[in-house]
C-alpha cells in the first residue's frame, strides 16, 4: 500500500503537477493544451501560488516524492462566456469557488486520490462549481458524491445540478 501525502503545492512541485494535469488533458481528455482554457495550467504559479485566495493542492507518492494527483481551488465563480450564463449567473463570484484541475496519474487511481484533496480544499461555507467532461474517468463519480455542484459537459446537455455548500 502506498502512502500519499496531501499539501498545498510549493514552487518546487510546480513541473511535476504541470505534467499531471497536460498528460490528462493530452491523454484522457484528448483535447491537448488550449491556452484560453488552460492558462493555469500554463503558468501554475501566477494562478495558484500568487493569489492568496486560490489553491493548488498536490498528492504526493511518499516512495519517490513524485505528484500524483492534483486538485484546485480557484476563488473565482464561472465566466460567461464560455460557461454558460445560467451557471455564471447562479454561481457568481465572490461567493462561489470553482473545484479545478482534480486530476490524478492513471497508475495511482483508485486509491481515494481525488477525494483526499478536495475533501482538505479550504472554505468558507461557499458554493463550489465543478465542470465534468464526459471523458475523465471517474470524474462523474466524484462528483456526484463529493460537495461539489457540478455540469456535464460534452455530449450531454448542460442543466443546472444541485446547489450545495462547502462545510
Known sequence: MRDYS???????????????????VYRDFGTGCVPDRHADIIDPEAFYLTPPRHTLLVAVDERD??????AALDARGPAHPPNPRWLADRYPSGETAQLRRVYVRPEHRRRGLAR???AGLP??????????????PGCQALASSTFAASYRTGSMPLRPARKRTMT
Open 65 to 70: 516524492g513524485t505528484v500524483a494527483a492534483t
Open 123 to 136: 472554505g468558507e461555507r461557499q458554493p463550489v462549481v465543478q465542470r465534468v467532461g464526459p471523458s475523465g
Open 6 to 24: 496531501i499539501r498545498a503545492a510549493t514552487a518546487a512541485d510546480l513541473d511535476d503537477a504541470r505534467a499531471v494535469m497536460l498528460d490528462t
Open 116 to 118: 483526499r484533496p478536495v
